[in-house]
């Protein structure tokens, strides 16, 4: 129904941890540029990558490693990553460079980087680590920074950005 009302794209997170199988059914369906994988990522010494994927905003870590979910995710047929730092997120201190780099280095799909943005300067090392797209909120909604501001110092820094 979203996308018959105009909706380019679905992004799915807890529903597709929870089965799987329904990033296949909606790439199946409706074509992987449809489908964008929400993680919610945090680090965790639990896993093999030290990074576990969480739901409920945060507060509940799954056994899920998240390089491995995202290379499961693509392989069903994931069209981007949406990858949120549970860690960074809120903080304003910057990007997790570190996940963004390792989810760069297993994925064939972009890279949407979230999570710590607090000033220009962050947004050109987490293109430069990798992601293909960063993702703001409480710096823009706060007033705090425009997308002129974001678009203007990541320009500056050699990054392609649309006018």
Known sequence: RLLGHGADKIGVNSAAIARPALINEIADRF???V????????RSA????????TTHGGRTETTLDALA???EAIDRGAGELLVNS???DGTREGFDLELVSLMREIS????????GAGSVEH???????GADAVLAASVFHSGQLTVGDVKSALAAENVEVRA
């Open 35 to 42: 489908l964008v994988l929400s993680l919610d990522v945090k």
């Open 46 to 53: 639990a896993v093999d990558s030290g990074f576990v994927v």
């Open 108 to 115: 064939s799909v972009p890279v949407i980087a979230s999570g």
């Open 31 to 33: 074509g992987a540029q």
């Open 86 to 88: 549970i860690d960074a």
């Open 123 to 129: 947004f050109a090392p987490a293109v430069h680590a």
């Open 69 to 71: 979910w995202a290379r």
